[in-house]
Nanobody
Framework: QVQLVESGGGKVQPGGSLRLSCAAS????????MGWYRQAPGKERELVARITSEGSTMYADSVKGRFTISGDNAKKTVYLQMNSLKVEDTAVYYC????????????????WGQGTQVTVSS
């Protein structure tokens, strides 16, 4: 009932920048939090950054000072600005949104994007 569409991945040289976007659509009543995760080959998926509906943010230590997460609840969109990219940032990046579905029951939902590849290489 909730679909997420990601965009903005690609290949960039070390030190470069990319901006990821994730737009949600569907039967959404409200959003609690939006976040970005990543999974590198042979590694587990890890949280990169998260933002709540109140604007509170948190970041993985590995990206602090380089990545910035922002969200637009009205547009149901979350962004991840990635600067000073490193080779070790190479991974598939997934957005994640949770909240409540519209309707009488207001059921909780968690949705994942399809993933977008970010490759940092010279």
């Amino acid at each position: 009932q909730v679909q997420l569409v990601e965009s903005g991945g690609g290949k960039v040289q070390p030190g470069g920048s990319l901006r990821l976007s994730c737009a949600a659509s569907g039967n959404i009543f409200s959003i609690n939090a939006m976040g970005w995760y990543r999974q590198a080959p042979g590694k587990e998926r890890e949280l990169v950054a998260r933002i709540t509906s109140e604007g509170s943010t948190m970041y993985a230590d590995s990206v602090k000072g380089r990545f910035t997460i922002s969200g637009d609840n009205a547009k149901k969109t979350v962004y991840l600005q990635m600067n000073s990219l490193k080779v070790e940032d190479t991974a598939v990046y997934y957005c994640n949104i949770n909240g409540l579905l519209a309707g009488t029951a207001k059921r909780f939902f968690v949705s994942w994007g399809q993933g977008t590849q970010v490759t940092v290489s010279s």
